[in-house]
């Protein structure tokens, strides 16, 4: 990923998200609202208001609209200050008509609620605090100044003080909750949204170079008898095929032979082929193959395999998805990662399930975060020494998150447990004492030759694209 992913991907505040055009339509459901209840207020219930002011301020919003119509694109996307500016006009704007029409005696005032909590699902942790201590010191202010409502004989309508302050401690806390509800929900769906698209980025990344993979070995696997023909038929060419008869034979076969490679790789095309046999592998090739990677970064590995209780001894061949072998990669890197010294790769198969197990020799996981492994941009604050041993590490997560998204979405389920307390004093070598991911398959979700699911014995098929 680049550095602007990076930065997208890390929960950072992000400018220009939302349209122009959408706060201007907002605005004109707003102004199209309040032209009614004045109207309605006047003409109906004969409400003496102050209607040259009440109209003054529906028409400053009026004109802002306007010109932002006619100054500004259609798709402009405002930035983070713009935002700030629209919403805390819209505050202001309705604070001001409320004031023209009873303050807190005006049941309207809950209208005070929009403003925050736009503020709280679009913008920055700053705005939003701005906007709700604004919101909340205009609520206060209205409680003790307003321009009272009077009936068409010159009555005051107006609540007991009791309601007046209900209403202000209503409000007020429903600021604060709103605020905090909407921004609490909001973060958490970016922060789930930019994580889906990491995983759907690196599943891509993965399958790209499985693709690739099953190119090479399928030309490789077609051209290698015919190309090793060509040369050896070339190495005893003449000049004279004419008049040495015995040559004839293999000039033929040259030609043959190079007939068929312009066969074979048109068949392959751009796209290669869908190696049938490159769709599956044992279960442990396909463990190696995600440990790879990590082989020499200075931590020991240790494979160990065999059948579970009433089982047969024979291995099973398995499903070679990119979703299983990127999975399992992250989850080994998380494991290379923390262990002191030793990593163990466990893998076990039964009749109905088939199990990988990675253990490490380090401090396992915290107890606190043992029920929220797997949510995207989780951050632990590290000790000094943490960040001694580990400078560069700088995890959010999210690594685990794309792991346990990806195997879940090929059926597995995932555990994750500590071997023994973390925070244990003793020996650490060649001890499973640290973090254990248990990722177990039914069976019939990932077998290769039984179920379902199993790969059909053919001719390559070429890949569709």
């Known amino acids: 990923m680049t550095d602007l992913d990076m930065g997208l991907l890390s929960g950072q505040p992000r400018s220009n998200w939302i349209r122009l055009r959408t706060l201007i339509l907002l605005r004109w459901f707003a102004i199209a609202g309040q032209l009614t209840a004045i109207t309605v207020a006047q003409h109906l219930y004969h409400l003496q208001l102050e209607v040259g002011l009440c109209y003054m301020g529906v028409g400053i919003s009026i004109i802002a609209n306007l010109v932002a119509i006619f100054v500004f694109p259609q798709n402009k996307r405002l930035t983070e200050t713009e935002n700030f500016l629209m919403v805390l006009f819209d505050l202001l704007q309705l604070a001001f008509l409320l004031y023209l029409a009873g303050g807190l005696n005006n049941p309207f005032a809950l209208l005070l609620l929009g403003p925050v909590t736009v503020s709280a699902s679009v913008m920055g942790l700053r705005a939003t605090v701005l906007i709700g201590s604004t919101a909340i010191i205009l609520v206060t202010l209205m409680a003790q100044f307003y321009i009272p409502l009077r009936t068409e004989q010159g009555f005051v309508l107006r609540v007991a003080d009791v309601f007046i302050f209900g209403n202000w401690a209503a409000i007020v806390i429903a600021i604060v909750f709103m605020g905090a509800y909407s921004r ?11 994580a889906l698209v990491a995983t759907q980025m690196a599943l891509s990344r993965e399958q790209k170079l499985t693709d690739l993979g099953g190119v090479v070995a399928a030309a490789a696997h077609e051209l290698g008898t015919p190309l ?182 090929s059926g597995a389920e995932l555990s994750f447990a500590n071997g023994t307390d973390p925070y244990q004093t003793g020996p650490h070598s060649k001890q499973k004492r640290g973090a254990i991911v248990e990722v177990v398959w039914p069976r019939g979700k990932i077998d290769a030759q039984l179920g379902e699911n199993a790969v059909p014995i053919g001719v390559n098929k070429p890949i569709e694209i």
């Open 184 to 194: 609490r929900i909001s973060s958490e769906m970016r922060s789930m949204n930019d």
């Open 228 to 409: 090793a023909t060509i040369k050896l038929a070339s190495g005893e060419l003449v000049e004279e095929l004419g008049n040495r008869p015995d040559l004839r034979e293999d000039a033929e076969l040259i030609r043959q032979q190079a007939d068929r490679c312009r066969d074979i790789l048109r068949d392959m095309g751009r796209a290669g082929k869908d190696d049938l046999h490159l769709r599956q592998a044992p279960l442990r090739t396909l463990v190696n193959e995600a440990a790879e990677p990590h082989m020499h970064r200075g931590k020991q590995l240790h494979f160990e395999e065999g059948p579970g209780p009433d089982s047969s001894a024979q291995q099973p061949s398995v499903l070679r998805k990119p979703e299983i072998i990127h999975g399992l990669r992250n989850l080994i890197q998380n494991a290379v990662d923390f262990a002191r010294a030793n990593v163990w790769i466990e893998t076990s198969w039964t009749n109905d399930a088939i199990s990988v197990r990675i253990l490490d020799d380090g401090r396992g996981y915290p107890p606190h975060m043992l029920g929220r492994i797997g949510d995207p941009f989780m951050r632990q604050r590290r000790s000094e020494s943490e960040r001694r041993k580990r400078p560069e590490y700088e995890g959010m997560g999210l690594g685990l998150f794309i792991a346990k998204t990806l195997l879940e979405r």
